[in-house]
């Protein structure tokens, strides 16, 4: 009976087979390979060779916030506490990026000063069906000069064709194409990466000063300040006409 059960036997054997030593020696890698792969994340040692311990943010120069505040003191601006642009110029970035926000500021300035005029002139009367001798905005369309006055000026930017908003759209690419491609006044054609693209190139001055005006910080000041009020101000009359009751002000037209 012994002899018949030997083949259904699963006692090890006393010298192990070559299937059984390859399984060993796969455990075995493993095993290194994971003791590896947890010491690459492991903190390093005091004994390692020292490394260079200089804080990045350290060697990054700091740029001040100018223009942060509408106070002043004795013709200087007022700032409560530090004024620099930490955050965005030494953790986010670097001054090249500080250069890039403002940029975009005085563009977003810039644009809410010219929607801030053009709304107060449509609802103060002062519009194209007033002072200009054409009667249509497009005679295909069959659009009045008169029929967009007499609307909202919301409504009255919704009613416009699509190749009045396309004219828009081409105008304003042309300056962005513009200032991406030139620097001081010339355009850069020998260079791979255009002016625009560069560290700190886009700085939303484009150059163009036909009345020879000094530009000096004051009156950088003051442009930056009053592009900050129209943007607060376009808001606030868009949300007005669109939702009745939004703002608890009385504006100076109905």
Known sequence: TDLNMAPFCHCPSAHPSQQQLKMKFASILSFFGAISAVSAFAP???????????????????????????LTLGGEPLFIGENYWDKITQDWGSAETGTFIRAAEIKHGRSAMLATVG?????????????????????????KFADLAAMTPLDAMKSLPAESLTQMFCAIAAIEIYELTHRDGEIKTGERVAPGLQPGGLTGDLGWNPLNIKVDDRRRLVELQNGRAAMFAICAWVAHDAVPGSVPLNLPWP
């Open 44 to 70: 390093a040692s005091n004994t390692a060779a020292p490394r260079c311990t200089t804080d990045l943010n350290m060697a990054k120069e700091r740029v001040p916030c100018f223009g942060a505040t509408p």
């Open 119 to 143: 709304f107060a002139f449509h609802k103060l009367g002062i519009t194209f069906n007033n002072i200009s001798p054409h009667e249509y905005l497009s005679i295909t369309k069959g659009i």
